[in-house]
């Protein structure tokens, strides 16, 4: 399994954040998996954003939800984070991860976003 | 702050044993599992559930859990297991993930 994290390395305070996890040799149609977005601000611990079954149900982490949407396309064997009114507390690697049940047996190599004007 | 406390550091000498606990309420009920993060590199998996190790894991890594403590067990460090290690488990909603703050480990 292979998971790869692919948008935007600057966005600008304010602005939307989108971020789009490519998966291959699994299939987000699976009901065994849920497909997780995780983040790591520079010098900091991990913290769980959120994730999606591959019936679109989510579940976010209550400090993001209000500016969190993580959907599934199918289509692509994809699966995308979008957070909305971002700040500089925003910047960090975010990692896509499979979620095999409550733990993550497949991660992406990271993708770093900074926000800055 | 987490609802899943960790020792911030440990160290332990090369050959020896180290134990890296994890505490929170939801340890009572939920296994945490257990990642591995080198610097520059993505997390890995090194215990989950009731002491399993994916396929590639050395043995010497082992996983136990007692009340609302959960550790993370080395035996017989190697150098290149110096690294952050952090538990997960669920939040004590029970509807959420939440990660532990990490202990750096150094192999003296």
């Known amino acids: 399994v292979q998971l790869r994290e692919s948008g935007p390395g600057l966005v600008k305070p304010s602005e939307t954040l989108s971020l789009t996890c490519t998966v291959s040799g699994a299939s987000v149609s699976s009901r065994s998996y849920y497909w997780t977005w995780i983040r790591q601000p520079p010098g900091k611990g991990l913290e769980w954003i959120g994730y999606i079954s591959y019936s679109g149900i989510t579940k976010y982490n209550p400090s993001l939800r209000s500016r969190l949407t993580i959907s599934l396309d199918t289509s692509r064997n994809q699966f995308s984070l979008r957070l909305t009114s971002v700040t500089a507390a925003d910047s960090a690697v975010y990692y896509c991860a499979r979620d095999s049940g409550y733990y993550f047996d497949s991660w992406g190599q990271g993708t770093l976003v900074t926000v800055s004007s | 702050s987490s609802e899943l406390t960790q020792d911030p550091a440990v160290s332990v000498a090369l050959g020896q044993t180290v134990r890296i606990t994890c505490q929170g309420d939801s340890l009572r009920s939920s296994y945490a599992s257990w990642y591995q993060q080198k610097p520059g590199q993505a997390p890995v998996l090194v215990v989950f559930g009731k002491n399993k190790r994916p396929s590639g894991i050395p043995d010497r890594f082992s996983g136990s859990s007692s009340g609302n403590t959960a550790s993370l067990i080395i035996t017989g460090a190697q150098a290149e297991d110096e690294a952050d290690y952090y538990c997960?488990?669920?939040?004590?909603?029970?509807?959420?993930?939440?990660f532990g703050g990490g202990t750096k480990v150094t192999v003296l």
């Open positions: 997960n488990s669920r939040d004590s909603s029970g509807n959420h993930l939440v």
